[in-house]
């Protein structure tokens, strides 16, 4: 039998819809896989997080569920215990003295809304920045008067064989903004030294809330650089350092090194801000992470959880090179120890 054009275009129009709905219903399916809880997860309930109780280590919640992407807390000494879960969504957090610091990306009408949220000890919004790409990584200063953080401008890996980032610093005291670290004057070997080519991206503060660290890419290169807020200015250091944090006890940076040209691969290592000399650690898993330090001897970092999507969990290693990696805390990310 001949369908004539009418009735071609009205079983075409049905099929539409019924593929249609089962491509919608997929979805939906999977949407709802990722909210359910993995079985043997870590338990989570929601309650109030704050930012001003020692003792506490925050992080945010990637494990599925209705809680995934919000910020929580936990007893830093039993750091795979019951979490609370607060109601921050956020895709890099950081915090110190009771500052917070929330890098949130949602989707808006035409485009991504990425935000830089300043929060209080209470997780309440002191103000708030518009961000001109995708989170990358986030700091806050120990006595919380500086926040920091970097975003991906062009692309969306250090890995990538092209990226660009821009970093930003704000005075919590003030407001005022340093929007762009590429605006900084930057001494190399002694010499002021000027490129197209320069990116900035993981700072990680000072006591003295005026020196900083940093990684500075350049000319196919990276390096260490020590920055001053008040003086505009970043000196180089070392090379092939990345995601610098410093220590609590600020004579060691720790960082991740590129180990093989020309591949995303990198191994966690810690500087002697003194003798330059660097100790390699014992993690040999690649990690693109700016590292945390829970205490002058122990590292925490995230690491792509094993057969799921969009998860990570925290490791901690000792910060001297000996001992072995060992997990801290399934389904999570952006550790920081209060206190």
Partial sequence: MTLSPKRRLLVLAVAVLLLGGAATAMVLRAADRAEQPRQGGPGIAAGP???????TLVLLNTAPGPHRGT???VPADDPG???TAS???CQRFYAAAGTGVC???TLGALAQDNQALIVGSDLKTRHSFPLAGTPSRARVSPSGRFAAWTVFVAGESYGAAFFSTRTSIVDTGTWQLEPDLEKFTVLMDGKKYTAGDVNF?????????????????????THLVRGSISGRTVTTLAQNVECPSLSPDETRVAYKKRVQ???SLWREHVLDLKTLREQPLAEKRSVDDQAAWLDDRTLAYGLPTEGATESTDLW?????????PRLLAPGASSPARLG
């Fill in 49 to 55: 997080v704050t930012l001003g109780r020692p003792g």
């Fill in 71 to 73: 910020l929580a807390s």
């Fill in 81 to 83: 215990g019951e979490r």
């Fill in 87 to 89: 109601d921050l969504g």
């Fill in 103 to 105: 890098l949130r990306s």
């Fill in 201 to 221: 991206w993981g700072v990680t503060f000072s006591k003295d809330d005026d020196t900083f660290y940093a990684t500075l890419a350049t000319a196919g290169q």
């Fill in 261 to 263: 040209r020309g591949a």
């Fill in 316 to 324: 901690t290693v000792p910060a001297d090179g000996s001992g072995s």
